[in-house]
T-cell receptor, first 113, second 113 residues
Framework: KAGVTQTPRYLIKTRGQQVTLSCSPI?????VSWYQQTPGQGLQFLFE???????NKGNFPGRFSGRQFSNSRSEMNVSTLELGDSALYLC????????????FGQGTRLTVV | GEDVEQSLFLSVREGDSSVINCTYT??????LYWYKQEPGAGLQLLTY?????DMKQDQRLTVLLNKKDKHLSLRIADTQTGDSAIYFC?????????????FGTGTQLKVEL
């Protein structure tokens, strides 16, 4: 069974641009969460989707948004990129809303220059 | 509020046991997790424990939970060089019809020959 797939693995963008990251969860999993990992702030929760609905949102500005499609694939978008948005963005997949195990993808390394 | 703390570094000799500690503050945690992160990789789920359990053993891994003190530990028996990585504890909190993980700062484990 394939794991969580995130694309692209690496991305370089310029300040002010926008970016879209993609996450395909494990087949059959319906919950997708996104996390940002930086050296300074560590791992921080961005948002969680289940059945195409956002269930939770972390403390990030409105420039960060996401969505989930009917096939459970999820995208997150960051608009008006800032240097501080440089980070590893990780996606986690769960089978259901409250299932115990969250499986992570390899992440997308975003560099803003 | 949610806050998870870990010591930053641990160095052990190959073959010894490693014990990584974690304290958390949110008493509404349902599950507590340990993840491993190797350089350039995503998060690998090692094990988790339900908040009403005291101990869980899984091969070389033993998780101890002291709910009164909000203290979680991960013991790795017979530590190998391949165990060198960053270990994150995380508390899982049910909220908003879903759940989210709050991570600790991570403990870098170095295994020396």
């Amino acid at each position: 069974k394939a794991g969580v797939t995130q694309t692209p693995r690496y991305l370089i963008k310029t300040r002010g641009q926008q970016v879209t990251l993609s996450c395909s969860p494990i087949s059959g999993h319906r919950s997708v969460s996104w996390y940002q990992q930086t050296p300074g702030q560590g791992l921080q929760f961005l948002f969680e989707y289940f059945s195409e609905t956002q269930r939770n949102k972390g403390n990030f500005p409105g420039r960060f948004s996401g969505r989930q499609f009917s096939n459970s694939r999820s995208e997150m978008n960051v608009s008006t990129l800032e240097l501080g948005d440089s980070a590893l963005y990780l996606c986690a997949s769960r089978a259901g809303q409250v299932n115990t195990e969250a499986f992570f993808g390899q992440g997308t390394r975003l560099t803003v220059v | 509020g949610e806050d998870v703390e870990q010591s930053l570094f641990l160095s052990v000799r190959e073959g010894d046991s490693s014990v990584i500690n974690c304290t958390y503050t949110d008493s509404s945690s349902t599950y507590l997790y340990w993840y491993k992160q190797e350089p350039g990789a995503g998060l690998q789920l090692l094990t988790y424990i339900f908040s009403n359990m005291d101990m869980k053993q899984d091969q070389r891994l033993t998780v101890l939970l002291n709910k009164k003190d909000k203290h979680l530990s991960l013991r790795i028996a017979d530590t190998q060089t391949g165990d060198s990585a960053i270990y994150f504890c995380a508390e899982g909190i049910l909220t908003g019809g879903g759940n989210k993980l709050t991570f600790g700062t991570g403990t870098q484990l170095k295994v020396e020959l």
